[in-house]
């Protein structure tokens, strides 16, 4: 493959980290513009309106869009949540009042900490609240044991690779993909270096369509807004690799 090939892979592109700095109506626009695009929603119970973590009031604001628009939407789960739902506890379907319906991907995100699972209790909210939601686990953490106990859910499972554990770091090389899962690539993507790292990304997927998703460097200098313009520059490079979906 020569480094002037573009090949359409990109099922998804996830843009992470939208939050009090934006109005939620402005996603609808660029959704419209970019309608491949995915917005990844942080959520964490003890870190809720701080930066990339929206408040309660303007995930409510979301809901009411959602409802009328349709945003395509993945919920990141952080913190006690994931660690209770790894415990069986539902506590995030129970907390959060504001429809957890409206994501169409779920994201456990382990902050590289173990997490102690009961299996048979995690399988049981898994199935009765997310029954044919997929399911994204980060490869490579030490979780990996709960992903694996998904196997009954398989289906249902992707895998993303971010090997700078959510700090935007690019990889040294990234990993080929799993044979048998969905796979995204994250970590250090930036609308700056999106072209050349797709070069060396493809050379991993076998063919497979993948995801991407960016975070860190959508965002300004002084981390405190979720950069639109960069998020709009990132789906325009990010086109030529997207698959083209029919209308």
């Not at 699972?117 to 939601?133: H, P, S, T």
Request: proline share 4%.
């Amino acid at each position: 493959m020569n480094g002037t090939e573009v090949r359409p892979i990109i099922r998804t592109v996830t843009v992470t980290g939208a939050d009090d700095s934006v109005r939620p109506e402005d996603l609808v626009t660029i959704q419209k513009d970019y309608p491949f695009l995915e917005f990844g929603i942080l959520l964490s119970s003890g870190q809720q309106g701080s930066s990339r973590f929206p408040s309660a009031d303007w995930l409510e604001k979301l809901h009411e869009i959602w409802l009328k628009e349709k945003l395509v939407l993945s919920a990141h789960l952080c913190g006690k949540w994931v660690k209770d739902l790894c415990l069986g506890v539902p506590s995030f379907f129970e907390e959060f009042k504001t429809g957890w319906e409206m994501f169409e991907r779920y994201q456990l995100n382990f902050q590289a900490e173990n997490h102690f699972l009961n299996e048979a209790r995690f399988l049981a909210v898994i199935g009765k609240y997310l029954d044919k939601k997929p399911i994204i686990f980060l490869a490579g953490e030490e979780n990996d044991h709960v992903f694996f106990k998904m196997e009954v859910f398989i289906a249902q499972c992707s895998v993303l690779f971010d090997l700078s554990g959510g700090a935007g770091i690019l990889p040294q090389s990234w990993p080929r993909v799993l044979r048998d899962f969905y796979c995204g690539y994250a970590g250090g993507l930036s609308p700056d270096n999106l072209q050349s790292e797709m070069q060396k990304i493809a050379q991993m997927t076998s063919g497979n369509e993948i995801w991407i998703d960016a975070e860190t460097w959508l965002r300004s200098g002084n981390d405190k807004i979720f950069d639109l313009d960069k998020v709009c520059d990132f789906a325009e490079k990010a086109k030529p690799w997207v698959i083209q979906q029919a209308t």
